[in-house]
C-alpha cells in the first residue's frame, strides 16, 4: 500500500518527482527550498515568441519567429552519423533552411506542404539564411503550446525549462491551498487577478499581459508579507520596552569630561561634519529610556568604525557596557584593534570574544562581562550565546548588518533586572548599502537614520579601470608598479580553486544569457592565481597569500594581522575580504572574473582602497563578451558613489536583486521591486491595518494566513546567512 504524503506549501521541493537531492541543493541557491518558495519564484523576464516575422525580413544572429510551409522533405545531408536533417520552409517573402543535428525523428515528423511555426537564430552562409536546431510544431497543433516562454534567474544545472516544469508541477498540486492574504477592498480597488489565476499567468502566461497582471497581484502579496510580517511577527520594538538611560541630560562629571577628552585625543584624525552630525544624533537618542533604533548609513570608507568606538567609549565613561557585533572573526578583529587605540589612557576595558577563542581564555572573558569589568565589548555572534551574561549591557551595534539573520539580532534583546516594563537595549545599525526612506520604513519599521555622505579629508577618487581579459603582462605589470611603491594590493577571485564551485554562485548573472548556451569559462580560482604569482616570480620579492572562508579561524587571522602590518605584499582571496577589511596601505585592487559578481558586492570590494592619501586603483577582469556584463563593467569604471550604482543595478537587472538578502538581511522580493515599490508597499500595508484595526472574520484569516506564509518566505529563512 503506498503512503501518499499530502503536498503543502511548505513540503520541501524534494518532495516532486523528479527533484532530487542534487537538484534540491542547487535549488536551495536561489532561495527554493519549500513547495512555496518555488511557485512564488517567478521568471525574471519572457521570450515571446508570438510575434511573427517575414523570412525576408530576417537578421544575421536575431532570434525569429514564423509561419509557413514545408517546401522539401526533411532528409539527411551526408552519410556521416552527426550529419543533420535538414528541409526548407517558404513563408511567401522568401525561403529559409532548417537543420537538426542528432534528431533523426525529425525525418518523420514533417512533410511537405505542412503548415508549421518556427522559432530560432538565424544565421547566414553566404547569402542562404539557415536555423540550428529551431523550435518547430505543426500550425494546426500549436494552440497547445505556449509562445510566452519564462526565462528564470539561474544557477548551475537548473535549466528554465527545469524551474519552470517543476513550478507548474507543484502548482497543480497546491493551487487550491494558497491563501489569499490581500484585503478585499483592495483587491476590488486594484482590480487583481485570483490567486491561481496570478500563479498559473506568471509562469505559463498566454501573452505578455497576462504574466504582468498576474506579477502585479503577487508584488502586492510579496509587499504584505515583508511589511505586515516583519511588522507583527518580527517586531522588535514594542511602547513597552525600555532600555537604560546611558548619557545625562545634565553637565559630564570632569573625570568623565577628561575620559572623553583623551578618546577624541587618540582619533588621530578630525571627524567629519557627518560623522560628527551622527554621533550628535546617538547621543540624543541615548538620553532616553525609549531604546534607540537608529540606522547609521554612510558609503564605504566613510568612517564608520569610529562613529560606533565613539558611542561605546561614551557609554563605557557613564559606567554601562555595550557590544560592537562583527559578521567575521576578522573584522571582529580589526575593530578589536582600532578600539584598543582609540580607548587607550581613557580607562575603559576592551574584550574581544569570537568563535575560535580558547575555552580557558573564554571563560575568563565571559567572568568579566559578567561582571562589568570589561564595558566595551566586540566579538562575533560568539556574543550572543546564550551562556555569555552581562552585567549592564545598555548598546548594541551590529556592524554591516546585512551579513546577520534578524533572528540573531532578535536575541539580542536581552532581559536585564531592575526596570519596570520589558526590557531592552539601545540598537545601532551600521551599513554601507543605502536604502531608500520609504523601504527603510517597511523592513525596519520606524528606523531613524544618520547618513554620511561626506568622505575624510585628503581621499583622491579610486580609478576603476576594466580590462577585457583574465591573464596577460598588464596585469601583472599594474601590479608591480604599485608594489615597488612599497603600497599593498588585493586579488579577489570567484572560487576556492580549480575544483570547486563558484563562491559567487548566487549573484551570478547567467540568466537568460546562459541560456543562450553563451560559452561559461572556468573561473580563475584563488590557488590559480598564486601560483601565477609565483610563476611569474612576483611572490619572491612581494610576499603573497590566499584568504578564503573556508580556511581555519587562527590562519585567517595570522594572514590578515600579517597583511596589515606590511609583510604580506599581496592578499588573494575570495569575497571574504568584501567587508569591512580596513588597510590604508592598500592600493590596488583586481577583481578576477568581475563580471560574476552584482554592482553591490564590487563597490563593496573597491571599497576595501582608496582609504588612505594615495591615488588608488581598482581594476576589473573579465573576458565575459556580453552586451550586460560590459554595460555594468562600464557602470563601474564611471560612477563611484554607492547611491547612484544601487539605482542603476536596478535598471540593469531588473528589481528585486540590489536589496536582496545579502544586503540585507532579508530574502530577496522576486515580484515586487522594494526600491520603486515601497510607495505601493505603504499603501498596501496601510489597507491591511484598517483591515486589522476594524477587526472580524476576514481580519483574522488574513493574519493567519499572512503569518504562515511570511514564516515559509522569509523568516525561516533568516538567520541562516
Ligand atoms: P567604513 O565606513 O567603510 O566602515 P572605516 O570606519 O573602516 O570605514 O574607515 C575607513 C578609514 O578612514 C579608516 O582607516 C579610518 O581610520 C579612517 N577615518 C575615519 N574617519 C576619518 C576622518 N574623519 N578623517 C580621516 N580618516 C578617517
Ligand atoms: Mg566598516
Same mark, same amino acid.
Given at each position: 500500500?503506498?503512503?501518499?504524503?499530502?503536498?503543502?506549501?511548505?513540503?520541501?521541493?524534494?518532495?516532486?518527482?523528479?527533484?532530487?537531492?542534487?537538484?534540491?541543493?542547487?535549488?536551495?541557491?536561489?532561495?527554493?527550498?519549500?513547495?512555496?518558495?518555488?511557485?512564488?519564484?517567478?521568471?525574471?523576464?519572457?521570450?515571446?515568441?508570438?510575434?511573427?516575422?517575414?523570412?525576408?525580413?530576417?537578421?544575421?544572429?536575431?532570434?525569429?519567429?514564423?509561419?509557413?510551409?514545408?517546401?522539401?522533405?526533411?532528409?539527411?545531408?551526408?552519410?556521416?552519423?552527426?550529419?543533420?536533417?535538414?528541409?526548407?520552409?517558404?513563408?511567401?517573402?522568401?525561403?529559409?533552411?532548417?537543420?537538426?543535428?542528432?534528431?533523426?525523428?525529425?525525418?518523420?515528423?514533417?512533410?511537405?506542404?505542412?503548415?508549421?511555426?518556427?522559432?530560432?537564430?538565424?544565421?547566414?552562409?553566404?547569402?542562404?539564411?539557415?536555423?540550428?536546431?529551431?523550435?518547430?510544431?505543426?500550425?494546426?497543433?500549436?494552440?497547445?503550446?505556449?509562445?510566452?516562454?519564462?526565462?528564470?534567474?539561474?544557477?548551475?544545472?537548473?535549466?528554465?525549462?527545469?524551474?519552470?516544469?517543476?513550478?507548474?508541477?507543484?502548482?497543480?498540486?497546491?493551487?487550491?491551498?494558497?491563501?489569499?492574504?490581500?484585503?478585499?477592498?483592495?483587491?476590488?480597488?486594484?482590480?487583481?487577478?485570483?490567486?491561481?489565476?496570478?500563479?498559473?499567468?506568471?509562469?505559463?502566461?498566454?501573452?505578455?499581459?497576462?504574466?504582468?497582471?498576474?506579477?502585479?497581484?503577487?508584488?502586492?502579496?510579496?509587499?504584505?508579507?515583508?511589511?505586515?510580517?516583519?511588522?507583527?511577527?518580527?517586531?522588535?520594538?514594542?511602547?513597552?520596552?525600555?532600555?537604560?538611560?546611558?548619557?545625562?541630560?545634565?553637565?559630564?562629571?570632569?573625570?568623565?569630561?577628561?575620559?572623553?577628552?583623551?578618546?577624541?585625543?587618540?582619533?588621530?584624525?578630525?571627524?567629519?561634519?557627518?560623522?560628527?552630525?551622527?554621533?550628535?544624533?546617538?547621543?540624543?537618542?541615548?538620553?532616553?529610556?525609549?531604546?534607540?533604533?537608529?540606522?547609521?548609513?554612510?558609503?564605504?570608507?566613510?568612517?564608520?568604525?569610529?562613529?560606533?568606538?565613539?558611542?561605546?567609549?561614551?557609554?563605557?565613561?557613564?559606567?554601562?557596557?555595550?557590544?560592537?557585533?562583527?559578521?567575521?572573526?576578522?573584522?571582529?578583529?580589526?575593530?578589536?584593534?582600532?578600539?584598543?587605540?582609540?580607548?587607550?589612557?581613557?580607562?575603559?576595558?576592551?574584550?574581544?570574544?569570537?568563535?575560535?577563542?580558547?575555552?580557558?581564555?573564554?571563560?575568563?572573558?565571559?567572568?568579566?562581562?559578567?561582571?562589568?569589568?570589561?564595558?566595551?565589548?566586540?566579538?562575533?555572534?560568539?556574543?550572543?550565546?546564550?551562556?555569555?551574561?552581562?552585567?549592564?549591557?545598555?548598546?548594541?551595534?551590529?556592524?554591516?548588518?546585512?551579513?546577520?539573520?534578524?533572528?540573531?539580532?532578535?536575541?539580542?534583546?536581552?532581559?536585564?533586572?531592575?526596570?519596570?516594563?520589558?526590557?531592552?537595549?539601545?540598537?545601532?545599525?551600521?551599513?554601507?548599502?543605502?536604502?531608500?526612506?520609504?523601504?527603510?520604513?517597511?523592513?525596519?519599521?520606524?528606523?531613524?537614520?544618520?547618513?554620511?555622505?561626506?568622505?575624510?579629508?585628503?581621499?583622491?577618487?579610486?580609478?576603476?579601470?576594466?580590462?577585457?581579459?583574465?591573464?596577460?603582462?598588464?596585469?601583472?605589470?599594474?601590479?608591480?608598479?604599485?608594489?615597488?611603491?612599497?603600497?599593498?594590493?588585493?586579488?579577489?577571485?570567484?572560487?576556492?580553486?580549480?575544483?570547486?564551485?563558484?563562491?559567487?554562485?548566487?549573484?551570478?548573472?547567467?540568466?537568460?544569457?546562459?541560456?543562450?548556451?553563451?560559452?561559461?569559462?572556468?573561473?580563475?580560482?584563488?590557488?590559480?592565481?598564486?601560483?601565477?604569482?609565483?610563476?611569474?616570480?612576483?611572490?619572491?620579492?612581494?610576499?603573497?597569500?590566499?584568504?578564503?572562508?573556508?580556511?581555519?579561524? @587562527? =590562519?585567517?587571522? #595570522? *594572514?590578515?594581522?600579517? &597583511?596589515?602590518? +606590511?609583510?604580506?605584499?599581496?592578499?588573494?582571496?575570495?569575497?571574504? $575580504?568584501?567587508?569591512?577589511?580596513?588597510?590604508?596601505?592598500?592600493?590596488?585592487?583586481?577583481?578576477?572574473?568581475?563580471?560574476?559578481?552584482?554592482?553591490?558586492?564590487?563597490?563593496?570590494?573597491?571599497?576595501?582602497?582608496?582609504?588612505?592619501?594615495?591615488?588608488?586603483?581598482?581594476?576589473?577582469?573579465?573576458?565575459?563578451?556580453?552586451?550586460?556584463?560590459?554595460?555594468?563593467?562600464?557602470?563601474?569604471?564611471?560612477?563611484?558613489?554607492?547611491?547612484?550604482?544601487?539605482?542603476?543595478?536596478?535598471?540593469?537587472?531588473?528589481?528585486?536583486?540590489?536589496?536582496?538578502?545579502?544586503?540585507?538581511?532579508?530574502?530577496?522580493?522576486?515580484?515586487?521591486?522594494?526600491?520603486?515599490?515601497?510607495?505601493?508597499?505603504? @499603501? =498596501?500595508?496601510? #489597507? *491591511?491595518?484598517?483591515? &486589522?484595526?476594524? +477587526?472580524?472574520?476576514?481580519?483574522?484569516?488574513?493574519?493567519?494566513? $499572512?503569518?504562515?506564509?511570511?514564516?515559509?518566505?522569509?523568516?525561516?529563512?533568516?538567520?541562516?546567512?
Amino acid at each position: 500500500m503506498s503512503t501518499a504524503v499530502k503536498i503543502t506549501l511548505g513540503s520541501p521541493v524534494t518532495v516532486l518527482y523528479g527533484v532530487g537531492p542534487e537538484a534540491g541543493r542547487k535549488l536551495a541557491r536561489l532561495e527554493i527550498t519549500s513547495i512555496y518558495d518555488l511557485i512564488s519564484y517567478l521568471p525574471r523576464r519572457y521570450n515571446d515568441w508570438s510575434d511573427i516575422s517575414r523570412i525576408d525580413q530576417c537578421e544575421e544572429g536575431k532570434e525569429i519567429s514564423f509561419l509557413g510551409t514545408v517546401t522539401s522533405a526533411p532528409v539527411k545531408k551526408g552519410f556521416k552519423k552527426q550529419s543533420p536533417v535538414s528541409f526548407f520552409v517558404n513563408d511567401g517573402t522568401g525561403r529559409i533552411e532548417l537543420s537538426y543535428f542528432n534528431a533523426p525523428y525529425i525525418m518523420n515528423k514533417f512533410l511537405v506542404g505542412d503548415r508549421i511555426f518556427v522559432h530560432g537564430k538565424v544565421d547566414y552562409y553566404g547569402t542562404r539564411a539557415q536555423i540550428v536546431n529551431p523550435f518547430c510544431e505543426k500550425a494546426e497543433t500549436l494552440g497547445d503550446v505556449k509562445l510566452v516562454r519564462p526565462v528564470y534567474r539561474l544557477t548551475a544545472g537548473i535549466t528554465s525549462n527545469m524551474i519552470n516544469k517543476w513550478a507548474l508541477t507543484a502548482l497543480k498540486l497546491v493551487k487550491d491551498q494558497i491563501p489569499d492574504i490581500i484585503p478585499e477592498s483592495l483587491r476590488n480597488r486594484e482590480n487583481l487577478c485570483s490567486v491561481t489565476e496570478a500563479y498559473e499567468w506568471v509562469h505559463s502566461p498566454d501573452t505578455i499581459n497576462h504574466a504582468a497582471e498576474g506579477r502585479r497581484r503577487i508584488a502586492y502579496e510579496e509587499l504584505i508579507l515583508l511589511g505586515i510580517g516583519m511588522k507583527y511577527f518580527m517586531a522588535t520594538g514594542g511602547p513597552d520596552e525600555v532600555a537604560p538611560v546611558v548619557v545625562p541630560s545634565t553637565a559630564l562629571s570632569p573625570d568623565a569630561e577628561r575620559r572623553w577628552k583623551t578618546v577624541i585625543g587618540n582619533l588621530g584624525f578630525r571627524l567629519t561634519g557627518d560623522q560628527k552630525k551622527a554621533i550628535a544624533d546617538i547621543q540624543h537618542d541615548l538620553m532616553n529610556s525609549k531604546p534607540m533604533n537608529r540606522l547609521v548609513q554612510g558609503d564605504v570608507g566613510s568612517g564608520k568604525t569610529a562613529v560606533a568606538i565613539l558611542t561605546m567609549a561614551m557609554t563605557a565613561i557613564m559606567g554601562k557596557q555595550s557590544v560592537l557585533l562583527a559578521p567575521t572573526s576578522v573584522l571582529a578583529k580589526q575593530h578589536y584593534d582600532s578600539a584598543m587605540k582609540l580607548l587607550k589612557d581613557s580607562g575603559i576595558n576592551v574584550a574581544l570574544l569570537l568563535g575560535k577563542t580558547k575555552a580557558s581564555l573564554k571563560k575568563e572573558i565571559k567572568e568579566q562581562l559578567r561582571e562589568g569589568e570589561a564595558s566595551v565589548i566586540i566579538g562575533t555572534h560568539a556574543v550572543l550565546t546564550d551562556d555569555v551574561k552581562y552585567n549592564d549591557l545598555s548598546l548594541v551595534i551590529t556592524d554591516e548588518q546585512h551579513r546577520f539573520g534578524v533572528k540573531q539580532r532578535e536575541k539580542l534583546l536581552i532581559s536585564r533586572d531592575g526596570t519596570d516594563g520589558i526590557n531592552a537595549v539601545h540598537n545601532l545599525v551600521m551599513t554601507a548599502t543605502p536604502i531608500p526612506r520609504t523601504l527603510a520604513m517597511v523592513i525596519y519599521g520606524d528606523m531613524a537614520t544618520s547618513v554620511i555622505r561626506e568622505k575624510p579629508a585628503g581621499r583622491k577618487e579610486i580609478k576603476t579601470h576594466f580590462l577585457p581579459y583574465t591573464d596577460g603582462d598588464d596585469i601583472y605589470n599594474v601590479l608591480l608598479a604599485k608594489l615597488r611603491k612599497g603600497e599593498q594590493a588585493y586579488i579577489v577571485c570567484p572560487r576556492i580553486d580549480d575544483d570547486s564551485e563558484d563562491l559567487a554562485a548566487d549573484e551570478y548573472y547567467f540568466d537568460d544569457l546562459f541560456e543562450d548556451e553563451e560559452e561559461k569559462t572556468d573561473a580563475v580560482s584563488v590557488k590559480a592565481m598564486k601560483k601565477r604569482l609565483d610563476d611569474h616570480g612576483i611572490s619572491e620579492k612581494y610576499e603573497s597569500a590566499v584568504l578564503y572562508g573556508s580556511m581555519k579561524e @587562527t =590562519a585567517k587571522l #595570522e *594572514v590578515m594581522e600579517r &597583511f596589515l602590518n +606590511g609583510e604580506i605584499k599581496v592578499l588573494i582571496s575570495t569575497t571574504v $575580504i568584501e567587508v569591512g577589511v580596513n588597510n590604508p596601505n592598500a592600493t590596488m585592487m583586481v577583481v578576477m572574473n568581475a563580471e560574476r559578481f552584482g554592482l553591490s558586492t564590487l563597490h563593496q570590494l573597491r571599497g576595501r582602497i582608496g582609504r588612505g592619501d594615495k591615488q588608488s586603483y581598482c581594476v576589473l577582469c573579465s573576458d565575459s563578451k556580453t552586451e550586460l556584463a560590459l554595460s555594468r563593467m562600464k557602470l563601474m569604471c564611471e560612477c563611484s558613489d554607492g547611491f547612484e550604482l544601487a539605482g542603476k543595478d536596478l535598471e540593469l537587472r531588473g528589481p528585486g536583486d540590489f536589496f536582496g538578502t545579502r544586503q540585507h538581511g532579508i530574502p530577496t522580493l522576486r515580484a515586487a521591486n522594494l526600491f520603486t515599490d515601497a510607495p505601493l508597499a505603504k @499603501t =498596501a500595508c496601510d #489597507e *491591511v491595518n484598517k483591515l &486589522f484595526e476594524r +477587526g472580524g472574520a476576514e481580519a483574522k484569516t488574513v493574519m493567519d494566513n $499572512i503569518e504562515r506564509l511570511f514564516r515559509l518566505r522569509f523568516a525561516d529563512k533568516m538567520g541562516t546567512l
